[in-house]
């Protein structure tokens, strides 16, 4: 699965930055495809290069939502992880049927 991730910029410099996300390591990456970024922009990344970027508000609802994802597929059936990043329109916690399907499953 190829996923784009938030970060923040913590260095910039004409068209390359270095990002940071929390519990991985710095990430040299390419600004091109959004121009000149600041130290603190949100931005997401996908293989080195920043894809757009982001509120902090975005990228905070994305890192719930990958999360989410990582402990569904760890096996976690807690409500908790359901609640942790997939909401609808009227703010109930739901997950996708498919992934509704892998809770309690492990290693599928």
Do not use: N
Not at 27 to 45: F, M, R, Y
Not at 86 to 100: A, C
Request: charged share 25%.
């Amino acid at each position: 699965m190829c996923i784009a991730v938030p970060m923040r910029i913590v260095e910039a410099e004409g068209l390359s930055a270095v990002a940071r996300r929390e519990g991985a390591p710095d990430l040299k990456v390419d600004t091109s495809l959004v121009g000149e970024l600041a130290p603190g922009d949100w931005v997401l990344v996908f293989r080195e290069s920043v894809i757009r970027t982001v509120s902090e508000e975005e990228a905070e609802r994305i890192g719930r939502a990958l999360a989410c994802v990582s402990a569904v597929m760890a096996g976690d059936e807690s409500a908790a992880a359901e609640a942790a990043g997939f909401e609808d329109l009227t703010g109930e916690p739901r997950l996708p049927p498919h992934l509704q399907a892998l809770v309690g499953k492990k290693g599928a």
